[in-house]
Each structure stands twice: as C-alpha cells, then as structure tokens.
C-alpha cells in the first residue's frame, strides 16, 4: 500500500529553524514529483514548493524562497523540507504529496497531487 507520513513538526520561536521529512512506504519517492503544501487554520492549503521526479531540481515558493530548502534523500527515500527564520505566518499543517509517476515535474496545484500524508503540525510561537 503506497503511503507518505510527514514528521518533524513541532512547536517553535520565531526566527528558529525546523526540519520536516516526508517519507514513503510502498514505492520509492525519487520515482515521483513530490510537493510540498501547508495550511493554517482558517485558509485555504498553499503551495510551498516540489523537487521534479529523479532529478535534484526543487522550486520554492515566494512566500517562502530563501527560507525554506526542499531536498531529496533517495537513501532514505525521503524528501526534506528545511524551514529556516520561522515566522508566526508559517503556522500551518504542512503536507507532502505525490503526483502520479507518469508526471515527471512539479506542479503547483494540489489537484495535480494523488497521494497525500496525513500532515505534521508546525506552530511558530514565543
């Protein structure tokens, strides 16, 4: 049974630094586009970024280019995302997706995602 589980969320001040893994069981990740999307309470899920299938190419959203670090370790068959200068706004539950693996790049909507994890929860508080 294909299955991604997000970890590393957690409670955080603003200005620090989190490190969230996506990781898959039942297939391997670098065979797939992967993105990476939030959401906070009240909002509409955003997109933050993706790293294209088999390839180290990753795209970052402007809300969070220059912050935040999208990676992949095929080792573990786990995809990252370093979240650095945390801010209150960057509050959310944060989700990895899959797209299907006859798609080899990224896409910003989520309608073009088919496996989703069940989300790690970040709050960015002091």
């Known amino acids: 049974q294909l299955q991604l589980v997000e970890s590393g969320g957690g409670l955080v001040q603003p200005g620090g630094s989190l490190k969230l893994s996506c990781e898959a069981s039942g297939f391997t990740l670098a065979s797939y586009a992967i993105g990476w999307f939030r959401q906070a309470p009240g909002k509409e899920r955003e997109y933050i970024g993706c790293?294209?299938?088999?390839?180290?190419?990753?795209y970052h959203a402007d809300s969070v280019k220059g912050r935040f670090i999208i990676s992949r370790d095929n080792t573990k068959n786990t995809v990252n995302l370093q979240m650095n200068s945390l801010k209150p706004e960057d509050t959310g539950v944060y989700y990895c997706?899959?797209?299907?693996?006859?798609?080899?790049?990224?896409?910003?909507?989520?309608?073009?995602?088919?496996?989703w994890g069940q989300g790690t929860q970040v709050t960015i508080s002091s």
């Open positions: 790293t294209d299938k088999n390839t180290d190419k990753t």
């Open positions: 997706a899959s797209r299907q693996q006859v798609f080899s790049f990224c896409a910003s909507s989520q309608d073009y995602y088919q496996f």
